[in-house]
């Protein structure tokens, strides 16, 4: 039942929708696949949706430490160009303004500076002493992931955790997930804020400002695309 699945978790998915970066309908994504729902977190465009976001990515962080699964010594969050350096700097806002925590930021460049102070990163530097987590949308391929993590590599940076908005649960290049993929190749946690099942659970048939979005036959679409893409 929704009550079970945390707060932050369904205030999420409602901002989700409210946003637009959560939609329901029929959708081809870009491996070829027709889809009941999409997510485009490039819907999110004002400041106050910036500021919400980096609060729901802030309150993961919280939680994953409270409950054990992250370290309480992170202290740097990375988000790869483009898509996360939005998403780390409001999460390091937020992270200071609801915790009192500060957090160092920082963020890849698509092409490597090679004047001035040089290198690949922009703002904090992080070395062995350090704790990183990356801060993602979402992982579909795991592209991103596996071109910045020769970046903390040759820092001998730890990285210890990835962050993203939502699991799809979708298969990857095999019988795994994606973010189990990341997970196996790189021994990395992955923590979503909430998993797609989570979003059926928190609306279906629950009305959203007066509109359900997953009704009954939706939410059968859903079901039938979990079975042939989906692992859980």
């Known amino acids: 039942m929704a009550q079970e699945i945390q707060a932050y978790k369904q205030d999420f998915i409602h901002f989700m929708v409210r946003s637009g970066a959560l ?12 889809t009941p729902y999409f997510i485009n977190t490039g819907k999110y ?37 483009y898509k996360g350096i939005p998403l780390a700097v409001g999460m390091a806002i937020a992270l200071q303004n609801r915790y009192g925590m500060s957090l160092y930021y920082c963020f890849d460049r698509k092409e490597e500076k090679d004047h001035g102070e040089g290198g690949s990163l922009v703002g904090y ?5 350090d704790e990183v987590v990356i801060v993602e949308d979402v992982i579909t391929a795991g592209t991103a992931i596996r071109q910045v993590m020769p970046i903390f ?59 359900v979005y997953i009704d009954d036959e939706l939410k059968d679409r859903m079901e039938a695309y979990w079975a042939r893409y989906c692992v859980f």
């Open 23 to 34: 939609t329901f309908g029929d959708f081809v994504t870009k491996s070829g696949r027709q």
């Open 153 to 211: 590599e040759s820092l001998n940076a730890p990285v210890k955790g990835v962050f993203v908005s939502v699991d799809r649960m979708e298969r990857g290049q095999g019988a795994l997930t994606a973010i189990d993929e990341i997970r196996r190749d790189f021994q990395l946690p992955v923590f979503p804020i909430v998993t797609i099942r989570e979003v059926l659970t928190v609306l279906y048939n629950r009305p959203v400002d007066g509109k």
């Open 125 to 129: 530097r992080p070395g062995s002493a």
């Open 45 to 81: 465009n004002t400041g106050a949706q910036a500021a919400a976001l980096g609060g729901y990515y802030a309150s993961a962080l919280k939680q994953r430490q409270a409950d054990g699964e992250l370290s309480e010594k992170v202290n740097c969050l990375f988000g790869p160009a």
